[in-house]
């Protein structure tokens, strides 16, 4: 079945509006930028992921890795998503829990449906240094 990953983002904050159903997002980024190796990501911020193709119930889990090392930093558990339209995007928001940063460079936000990899989005972290006056 071919899925269309209508958008995976990270953001700041993600809020659905209860009346009109829409996602407002802020502070969209695609960089984390540190200041010590290892560090500890406790500040939450979310993943806005929208699909479309599919109709019927689909498994889907979302892993942070780390491109580089090949390994897993953090990850949902499996979780169903259901459509009666494959021509209507199915839209979610999940917060991310604190994980441990170890280096630096490309990380990547891996999306798999029925344990595929569809899609992966880039998320870059740095090391930069703290100015002291």
Do not use: C, W
């Not at 993943?47 to 930093?73: H, R, Y």
């Amino acid at each position: 079945m071919k899925y269309t990953v209508e958008a995976l983002l990270l953001a700041d904050n993600i809020y659905q509006d209860v009346s009109s159903r829409k996602f407002i997002l802020s502070g969209l980024f695609h960089q984390i930028n540190v200041p010590t190796l290892p560090f500890m990501l406790t500040s939450s911020f979310g993943i806005f992921v929208s699909i479309s193709g599919f109709e019927g119930e689909i498994q889907l889990k979302l892993t942070i890795i780390d491109k580089k090392s090949k390994t897993p930093k953090t990850a949902t558990s499996s979780f169903e998503m259901k459509s009666v339209d494959k021509n209507i995007p199915v839209s979610f928001g999940l917060e991310v829990p604190p994980f441990e940063i170890q280096n630096v460079g490309l990380y990547g936000i891996d999306l798999e449906i029925n344990e595929e990899l569809v899609h992966s989005a880039p998320l870059l972290i740095n090391k930069i240094e703290m100015i002291h006056e």
